[in-house]
Nanobody, 125 residues
């Protein structure tokens, strides 16, 4: 199973961006998919996740993004999307998508089974 995250870029504060996470060698609906981010000089942190289709496609969010970010999945396209609105400079980070067999809303890196490469999001003030 390979994951590919893309869609990062440079955006002004208050703007929006949509990230995509595509899967190869597997079917997206089987996995809980999470987005994590790592800001410069900081540890990687959980941002948002969505449980597998059998787990109800339940989204769950970190408090810092709860009212601004939305996660969704398109099982036909085998892709999970992260819509980010009202972006702030502190959202600047490399964003990673990851997949897990667990449906208990995993938020820890150790709970994720597969990782994609990161995509850089830069929010200018």
């Amino acid at each position: 199973v390979q994951l590919q995250a893309y869609g990062g870029g440079l955006v002004q504060a208050g703007g929006c961006l949509r990230l995509s996470c595509a899967i190869a060698g597997g079917t997206m609906f089987r996995y809980t998919v999470g987005w994590f981010r790592q800001a410069p000089g900081k540890e990687r942190e959980f941002v948002v996740g969505i449980t597998s289709t059998s787990g109800g496609n339940v989204p769950y969010y970190a408090d810092s993004v709860k009212d601004r970010f939305t996660i969704s999945r398109d099982n036909v396209r085998n892709t999970v999307y992260l819509q980010m609105n009202s972006l702030k400079p502190e959202d600047t980070a490399v964003f990673y998508c990851a997949a897990s067999y667990r449906n208990l809303r995993p938020r820890q890196e150790a709970d994720m089974d597969y990782w994609g490469q990161g995509t850089l999001v830069t929010v200018s003030s």
